[in-house]
């Protein structure tokens, strides 16, 4: 019996203990509140009046002992008042239970030092409001942010597209499911990332995309990263895109003396170099400059034809990767003055993407008329000098 006695105390217990959890406001959630501590004083040094939100506390009145009277009011409207007692552990709930109240430090005459009548009497309360619905929801929900960053701007077609990615959780629960793929904008994929992710709160997934050029390339391509997730409000998608480039396929250099005479040759060298590990189809125009005229060449005649009663040089050909091609020709002009080098133009065709490049530099050839000179006869004059002959006399001075 008293087995069976001491069985029904300790049911007994429990049923009261978990009807107690039940039916505390406080032991709710603590998550659902929003805090904050605020000081209450009763001169002018002190706040005596605080607004929080939509509410207003006052305080009325200290004891003296550890008290303090509170009025609450929540848009002008008075919810009633309360009396808090020093660092009391149970709340004060107001307001249908939306807002509580707790004093934490109130001043006590008896706790205080010698000449205790020069301290003014105050109060920390701690106020807390219960969160909205959307607030409570939106903790509750999956934040993430992107970030897509290619290691280089511009690219050979060897290279491999290296692309950094980062999935940053920016909220405050964790994430599950977190979904990635990747549009290539035609690239190949080689490595295209996870595609189910898991991150915790405050922490992050990073990884590496990496691609590669087709056989048929465009000049630019926008890579974009995609992610998508789904929380207790529904489906959510983020997006973000990087932009990267082709480097043009050719370098073309080209050379010119700076002074010439009428009428003698000025040298003209240019060299076009294919940077790409792939062939290209070239169409070169190398226009000659203005009064100046290409000096006949049998292996460059065929190449030069009339434009604006300009002369320029073009030639077709296909340069190997790496290859580099270097023609050279000489121009005379009959006109004096300095003369601006026009810019070498090459039309590229790059595994079917078209390309319209140019030497980097102009330069400037000066023509000067040719120096005459007159052959002139120096005939050397010799003048025959006679001896002179002095006389020299010697006076003899005695002793």
């Known amino acids: ?108 005459m008896e706790n205080l030092p010698m000449f205790s009548n020069l301290c003014s009497p105050e109060a920390e309360v701690v106020f807390e409001a219960k969160k909205s619905a959307d607030e409570t929801s939106t903790e509750d929900n999956v934040s993430l942010a992107l970030d897509l960053e290619a290691d280089k701007d511009e690219y050979l077609l060897s290279d491999e597209v290296i692309v950094d990615t980062e999935i940053r959780n920016i909220g405050n629960i964790k994430a599950d499911k977190v979904k990635f793929n990747v549009d290539p904008d035609g690239l190949l994929v080689q490595d295209g990332g996870p595609e189910n992710i898991t991150i915790d709160k405050g922490s992050k997934k990073s990884f590496e995309l990496r691609l590669r050029f087709p056989e048929r390339i465009k000049d630019n391509y926008s890579i974009t990263g995609n992610v998508s997730w789904e929380d207790n409000s529904g489906k959510h998608f983020l997006s973000k895109v990087v932009d990267i480039s082709v480097s043009e396929p050719l370098k073309i250099y080209k050379y010119t003396g700076s002074e010439v005479f009428i009428g003698t040759p000025a040298y003209v060298t240019v060299s076009v170099k294919n940077v790409q590990d792939r062939p290209v189809n070239i169409s070169l125009i190398d226009p000659v ?31 190997a990767p790496e290859e580099m091609k270097t023609i050279s020709y000489s121009i005379k002009s009959e006109k004096l ?63």
């Open 1 to 108: 019996m008293k087995r069976k006695g001491n069985f029904y105390t300790i049911a007994v217990f429990l049923i009261v203990f978990y009807m107690l959890i039940g039916i505390m406001p406080a032991a709710a959630n603590e998550d659902e509140w929003s805090s904050l501590t605020v000081t209450l004083g009763t001169e002018n040094s002190i706040v005596s009046i605080v607004s929080v939100d939509e509410y207003t506390i006052e305080a009325l009145k200290f004891d003296g002992y550890g008290m303090v009277w509170l009025r609450v009011s929540k848009n002008g409207l008075t919810l009633g008042d309360t009396v808090l007692e020093n660092n009391s552990s149970s709340w004060c709930y107001m307001d249908n239970n939306n807002i509580r109240l707790k004093a934490c430090n109130v001043t006590n």
């Open 289 to 319: 400059p203005a009064t100046f005229t290409m000096i006949n060449n049998s292996e460059l005649a065929s190449s030069v034809l009339g434009l604006d009663n300009l002369s320029y040089l073009s030639q077709d050909f296909v340069l």
């Open 337 to 399: 003055g300095a003369h601006r080098v026009p810019q070498t133009h090459a039309y590229a065709n790059l595994c079917g993407q078209l390309y319209n490049e140019c030497s980097d530099s102009e330069d400037i050839i000066t023509v000067y008329d040719n120096i005459s000179y007159k052959e002139y006869n120096h005939e050397t004059q010799v003048e025959e000098i006679s001896p002179v002959k002095t006389k020299l006399s010697v006076n003899l001075v005695p002793a």
